[in-house]
Structure formats: structure tokens, C-alpha cells
């Protein structure tokens, strides 16, 4: 999946997703008159409301369309920003597209570089999906979303893909069944991580050298399992400050 940036909004790709605010009252009229006619309609019909998530579909010419709602401008953070654009993924796939743009981002006005880091937070994390296990419906193959473009800078878009394909890497390990994900198997993944990354290190603490260290709460969980405990510090060595510690159990 690539993110791209334009000055403009792209107006022609396989769909195209606008945000709307409760308050606004313009409807776009400066992108397309009829789309305007049309919104104000369904809003005064009361079958559309731009209340946070709702949708609404229509077309532009011939561009596919749809009009998601984002609440009251003000109460509009940058975690709905995220879910708002986890909607969009979930929506192009579902209309089983391979691209779509959206003005969303532009229209927060939260910093940009924040906005850039939850925008990309959003869409990767919105296009996670664990289907190792599952065996692949040829009638009905898996859409791929290629290609997003987006009409704001890059500010922040690097960082907050970083974190996402970082939690990403998470989310695999933990769906991973147990009789998978055992502490060796863990081991090897952390191990290739390492080698990727020249400001990390890693230690492992096999069972003997905890119980030296008095660690028998941590030993009492693997008691019944015939799969060796480790114990893995993983250390990054390119930041500034006090060290930060963050403990998680396998």
C-alpha cells in the first residue's frame, strides 16, 4: 500500500471519499454543483446526516463517491481522524477497489505533523488483516488497496507508518496461535528484527539464569508448558535521556 501526496485534491480515482461536518453548508458546490443539490436534499430528507461515521453514496461524472460524515468540527481529534480512515480502507474494500483519495486529513485542525503521524496510524493500522491460516477463496480473491492519495503535506506521515507496521508486528505475534508462537519462536522473530536495526541489541535469559536471579513468578507461568520460558531485552541505543522500560508477557 502507497501513500501518496498531492497539492489538489485528486477528483479521478476509484473512489473518492469527502468528509462533511455536521456545520458545513457548503456541500461541495465548488467540486460539483449536482453533488451539492444532492446532499443538501438528503440532509433536508433526513436521509443522510453527517453525524460521525455515517455514510453517504453517490457519483461525481463518473467517480464513484461517498460522503462520510465526521461529527461536530470541534469534537473531531485525531482519533476519530484514525477510525475515520479506517472507515475509508473498509469501505474501498468492500466496494472491492484498489485505490481511493480523501480531503479527511486536510480538514483537521489539529498540528500538521500530528495530523500527518495519525493519518498514516490510521490506514495502516485500518488495513491489518491476520489471514495466514485462511486458504484463499479463488472465486473471490482478496482485494489489495494499491494507492491512496491524500492532499496534504508529508509532515509526520513516516513517523506514524513506523509506529503502525510496529504494532502491526504485534498484532502477528499475538494472533498467532500458542502451539506457534512459543518462546523459541518468538526468540528467532525478535532475532531478525535485531539484525535489521543497527541501534538494537538483544539479550536472552534462559531458565537457568532466572531462577539464579530469584525470578520464580515469572517461572511459575511456564511451569506447566513444556516449552523452555525465556526472557528477552530487546535495547535500543539511539535515543536521548532516561532510559524507558516497557514489560510485556508472551
Known amino acids: ?32 454543483k449536482e453533488l451539492a443539490n444532492e446532499l443538501k436534499d438528503a440532509i433536508k430528507k433526513k436521509t443522510f446526516k453527517a453525524s460521525f461515521g ?23 481529534t485525531l482519533e476519530k481522524l484514525r477510525d475515520s480512515l ?13 485505490n481511493f483519495s480523501t480531503n479527511i486529513p486536510s480538514l483537521s485542525q489539529e498540528n500538521k505533523k500530528l495530523v500527518g503521524m495519525a493519518t498514516a496510524e490510521g490506514l495502516y493500522l485500518g488495513n491489518y488483516h491476520f489471514d495466514k491460516y485462511i486458504t484463499e477463496d479463488k472465486e473471490n480473491p482478496k482485494i489489495e ?18 509506529i503502525a507496521e510496529a504494532t502491526n508486528f ?5 494472533n498467532e496461535p500458542p502451539i506457534v508462537a512459543t518462546p523459541t519462536y518468538i526468540e528467532k522473530q525478535v532475532k531478525e528484527l535485531v539484525k535489521k536495526h543497527k541501534n538494537l541489541s538483544l539479550k536472552v535469559l534462559n531458565e537457568t539464569e532466572m531462577r539464579k536471579l530469584g525470578m520464580n513468578a515469572l517461572l511459575g507461568v ?3 508448558s513444556d516449552q523452555a520460558p525465556k526472557l528477552l531485552f530487546i535495547e535500543y541505543n539511539g535515543g536521548k535521556g532516561k532510559p524507558i522500560a516497557l514489560v510485556g508477557k508472551g
Open 86 to 98: 479506517g472507515m475509508c480502507i473498509k469501505l474501498t474494500k468492500c466496494k472491492r477497489l484498489t
Open 170 to 174: 504485534s498484532r502477528d505475534l499475538i
Open 54 to 76: 455515517r455514510g453517504y453514496s453517490t457519483k461525481i461524472n463518473k467517480t464513484k463517491t461517498t460522503i462520510l460524515g465526521l461529527g461536530k468540527k470541534e469534537e473531531f
Open 145 to 162: 488497496i494499491k494507492t491512496i492519495y491524500l492532499n496534504i503535506s508529508n509532515d509526520g506521515l513516516k513517523e506514524g507508518q513506523i
Open 222 to 224: 511456564s511451569a506447566g
Open 1 to 32: 500500500m502507497e501513500i501518496k501526496t498531492t497539492k489538489a485534491l485528486k477528483t479521478d480515482s476509484d473512489l473518492l471519499i469527502l468528509g462533511l461536518f455536521e456545520e458545513d453548508t457548503e456541500y461541495y458546490a465548488s467540486i460539483d
